[in-house]
């Protein structure tokens, strides 16, 4: 209830004043509509904190505070100038690396995953803060149409709330449903014809980073498992990548098309993924609940591997789709290709 009367206000604001950005040759929309609801995520994430301070390191709130509020400002300013790639990538590099080393969440033992063990604390900086930058800008290529990202926070931070929940983070845990609420509070304007907002590049890239934390968090956490008595570690790795599946099958498959076609990989079209199924649904919202059902599906379905197949399996299983999967939108891209333009 907060949010909707936040961003309600912040669009007024934003009317009254004019603060607008500029229009991107990808966007669907003609009129000005306010584009950068991120600060209002920020300013609410900040304060549902306050009720979880008893439950998480004041050390790390201060982190995490800090480094979403550098990526709030990036993203907002790339909302109404449109920063050059490289710049934007620069400030994102330094949020990231300073959330890395602030909050202690580089990588250091990853289990076997991959045949990965202990990491030279050098190359676990290094791999966390590339993971990180990679993650925020997945998450902010998917949002291009109304209520995907929206639909993908929501079922990603449900699902993180559950791995917290065994993990016993109480902090997190509720992180997740202070997340979910804010996100629920911006998609019924985000969906609505006369009081339309967008998150832009400062929502969407918070929204990337808080997840970045919590994969971090479960991939590095020390804390007993005890649900079962044959869990391998190795596995741990695997839950965020499920849980992120969809930005990374879309940014790795758009990344190697553009190669493919000799263009720049950070070059904007309308060749993603959710273009893919809006060429066929002709509905955002159909588009938007198509993909999120999918990103449910793939949960549930490497769930129930984790629980009744070995570890090599589940994780032979991810990469498989994975590759599959990228091999599909690739020949689907080259079939549509002067459709998808037409967008």
């Not at 400002?73 to 109404?80: A, E, H, I, P, S």
């Not at 602030?102 to 993971?131: D, K």
């Not at 985000?190 to 967008?198: L, W, Y």
């Not at 984790?306 to 590759?323: D, E, G, K, M, P």
């Amino acid at each position: 209830m907060i949010g909707m009367v936040m961003i309600s206000s912040f669009r007024r604001f934003i009317i009254t004043y004019r603060i607008f950005g500029k229009t991107k040759k990808r966007d669907f929309h003609k009129k000005p509509i306010p584009n950068s609801c991120g600060v209002v995520f920020l300013f609410l994430f900040t304060l549902g904190l306050i009720i979880l301070e008893p439950f998480i390191d004041k050390k790390d709130l201060t982190g995490l505070i800090a480094g979403g509020f550098i990526i709030c400002v990036v993203g907002f300013w790339d909302d109404l100038k449109i920063m050059r790639a490289y710049k934007k990538l620069f400030y994102q590099i330094i949020a990231i690396f300073f959330i890395v080393v602030h909050n202690q969440l580089a990588v250091q033992n990853l289990h076997g995953f991959l045949g990965i063990e202990i990491l030279n604390p050098f190359v676990g900086l290094a791999f966390t803060t590339f993971i990180g930058v990679f993650m925020i800008n997945a998450f902010n290529l998917i949002d291009g149409i109304d209520g995907l990202s929206g639909f993908i926070a929501i079922i990603s931070f449900a699902a993180f709330s559950v791995v917290f929940w065994i993990l016993d983070y109480k902090g997190y845990f509720g992180a997740c449903f202070l997340m979910i609420g804010i996100v629920a509070s911006y998609l019924p304007f985000n969906f609505s014809t006369k009081r339309k907002v967008f998150m832009g590049d400062s929502g969407s890239m918070f929204i990337g980073y808080i997840l970045f934390v919590m994969t971090m968090l479960v991939v590095n956490t020390n804390a007993p498992v005890s649900f079962t008595l044959d869990f391998d570690r190795m596995i741990l790795p695997i839950a965020p990548l499920v849980i992120f599946i969809i930005p990374i099958i879309d940014s790795a498959s758009i990344y190697l098309y553009r190669l493919y076609l000799g263009r720049s990989p950070f070059s904007a079209d309308k060749f993603h993924l959710h273009h893919l199924v809006l060429l066929f649904t002709k509905s955002h919202l159909v588009t938007s609940l198509v993909i999120t059902t999918a990103l449910i599906l793939f949960i549930f379905v490497f769930s129930l591997l984790a629980f009744r197949t070995t570890t090599l399996f589940v994780v032979c299983s991810y990469f498989v789709l994975i590759f599959s999967m990228i091999i599909l939108t690739s020949i689907i891209r080259i079939r549509f290709k002067k459709q998808l333009s037409l967008l």
